[in-house]
């Protein structure tokens, strides 16, 4: 059972244009949720965070929307940049602080 | 050196043989997490351990035995893999009980695995 779902693979953008990145989770018990970013031959860096008693957390070109009610968040990336290319996760974490992660999104930025 | 360092960044190795994938996290940090990632599936969590107690062990196969000497070290022991082991074996670290580090956890490059 996948507590949390990413369901695009990949996605490719125009560079400058705005990447949306979307995420659905099933577990009302997940109180924060995280989006990491990783490279090829890279670990996962952390990226963004919001906490489930927001619905918005903005830093800079990247924004994570929280729908609580439709169990549902997105990562806005604006404008987006080559180096902007990688796979991105989102992951949940449980008031026991276990973390949960979907299966990754591959962004593709087109010049 | 600074971070999440792991070793070896590759490794092959037969089904009988024993080997060993280290990680050292120079954070200060009081947790560390072994994570597998295999193609097309999430990432998952296999072994916590949090202030060199292991707290979680995710039905694991016990053909991976981790071994936490002290916070700063951390040991992924196998021995009898089986090629579907094969996968990225990310080392994390992460400071637990600080409200604004939760759910941050830093990652190594992690240890390519193949199992021939």
């Known amino acids: 059972d996948q507590q949390v779902k990413q369901n695009s693979p990949s996605l490719s953008v125009q560079e400058g244009r705005i990447s949306i990145l979307n995420c659905d989770y099933t577990n009302s018990m997940f109180d924060y949720f995280l989006w990491y970013k990783k490279y090829p031959a890279e670990g996962p860096t952390f990226l963004i965070s919001i906490s489930s008693i927001k619905d918005k957390n903005e830093d800079g070109r990247f924004t994570v929307f929280l729908n609580k009610s439709a169990k549902h968040l997105s990562l806005h990336i604006v404008p987006s940049q080559p180096g902007d290319s990688a796979v991105y996760f989102c992951a949940a974490s449980r008031v026991d602080d276990k973390i949960i992660f979907g299966k990754g999104t591959r962004l593709h930025i087109l010049p | 050196e600074t971070g999440v360092t792991q070793t070896p960044r590759h490794l092959v190795m037969g089904m009988t043989n024993k080997k060993s994938l280290k990680c050292e996290q120079h954070?200060?940090?009081?947790?560390m997490y072994w994570y597998k990632q295999s193609a097309k599936k999430p990432l998952e969590l296999m072994f916590v351990y949090s202030l060199e107690e292991r707290v979680e062990n995710n039905s694991v196969p016990s053909r991976f035995s981790p071994e936490c000497p002290n916070s700063s070290h951390l040991f992924l022991h196998l021995h009898t893999l089986q090629p579907e082991d094969s996968a990225l074996y990310l080392c994390?670290?992460?400071?637990?009980?600080?409200?604004?580090?939760?759910?941050?956890?830093?990652f190594g490059s992690g240890t390519q695995l193949s199992v021939l």
């Open positions: 994390a670290s992460s400071q637990e009980g600080s409200a604004g580090m939760k759910g941050k956890l830093f």
């Open positions: 954070l200060g940090h009081n947790a």
